[in-house]
């Protein structure tokens, strides 16, 4: 894999290699963004492109062409590590297969200040076998402040040939001498066609089948992949068709339903996110967009029946409750009172 793999985040490739190709790489980013979008994903290619030994494209300045050959010792080595630590090994820091390569991960709460002592120690030395030494941070907003201020000075002044990718999905919590020290870049969420294929061709499932999905996932291609097998999105179909009879039904089913999605808790954020999509699609039909644009593109002759039924005002209303009641859940509100509410004027 190289930057081409990666879905998405046009516009941080070109910022990131454009910047290889004018001598400018900084010494420290920030790599900022919600969780699962590809951060540390595209942290790994930078590294490869640093410690490539034949870098393909970039001629006359071309960004857009330029890569990691991927097959190079050091590409295949990042590779290594890349997918060990994808796969929840934290590491020292002194324990990659690419020896110029350190990336740390919070062991239990922090980044502990022994890993950090580790990095500060070897990071004086030459490259052994690339040209740039190179450490990644996952979660670096759980450095433990010790350790974040033993990483002061040589974030400030580091030895030459290095590179520090701190990645946070929480910068606002870290401490303002470290983010002042790093350059940001922003990760935005992914758009729905490039979660959508990527399901398709790396999950193997239909598009139908990825569309509702890729809606749901907020942006997150990690999100994507954890609603996969989720209990509330297997029982999708039936679910909404159920929420769609309740519209027209008396207040004691829709409490009735209230009261079964409360006990079912730690799922009641997926049920909205779902409800959500649903609705969405709605609009999509009353704003004259064809079957093709819908999440549920299964439930298009279902969608168009409901949007008949309504209009656009109502729909973007019942919206709006959908967001409200999210908001109050996550800031504690009742959970059986607030499904109530949101159910009785659905
Ligand atoms: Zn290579």
């Given at each position: 894999m190289g930057f081409s793999e990666v879905l998405g985040h046009e516009a941080v490739k070109q910022i990131l290699k454009g910047a290889y190709l004018a001598g400018r790489v900084h010494h420290a980013y920030l790599f900022v963004g919600p969780e699962g979008v590809g951060k540390e994903l595209l942290a790994f290619q930078l590294i490869k492109l640093l410690n490539c030994h034949e870098p393909r494209g970039g001629g006359m300045g071309d960004a857009a062409a330029l890569d990691c050959c991927d097959t190079c010792t050091a590409c295949r080595k990042i590779n290594d590590d890349a997918e060990s630590f994808r796969d929840g090994d934290p590491k020292d820091g002194g324990s990659s297969r690419f020896s110029d390569l350190m990336a740390l991960a919070p062991v239990g709460r922090f980044i502990k200040i022994e890993a950090v002592r580790e990095v500060i120690k070897r990071l004086p030395y030459s490259p052994v076998e690339g040209r740039t030494k190179c450490v990644l941070m996952r979660?670096?907003?759980?450095?433990h402040p010790a350790a974040a201020n033993s990483l002061l000075k040589t974030l400030e002044e580091p030895p030459t040939e290095t590179l520090f990718v701190l990645v946070s999905s929480n910068p606002h919590v870290m401490l303002p001498t470290i983010l002042s020290r790093c350059q940001p870049v922003r990760f935005g969420g992914l758009k729905p066609a490039d979660i959508t294929r990527y399901l398709v061709e790396r999950a193997d499932l239909s598009p139908v089948a990825a569309r509702p999905i890729a809606a749901m996932a907020t942006g997150s291609i990690g999100r994507a992949v954890e609603l996969l097998n989720h209990p509330v999105v297997l029982k999708r179909v039936t679910w909404l068709r159920e929420m769609n009879a309740l519209c027209s039904a008396p207040d004691h089913e829709r409490l009735a339903m209230a009261e079964s999605l409360a006990a079912d808790k730690q799922h009641v954020p997926v049920y909205l996110d779902l409800l959500r999509s649903w609705l969405r699609d709605q609009l999509l039909v009353i704003e004259g967009l064809?079957?093709?644009?819908?999440?549920?593109v299964d439930l298009a002759a279902e969608a168009r029946v409901a949007a008949g039924a309504t209009d656009r005002f109502a729909l973007m209303d019942k919206l709006a409750r959908v967001e409200t009641a999210e908001r109050g859940l996550l800031g504690n509100s009742n959970l059986q009172l607030t499904l109530d509410w949101l159910l009785l004027r659905l």
């Open positions: 979660d670096a907003d759980n450095l064809n079957d093709e644009s819908l999440s549920n």
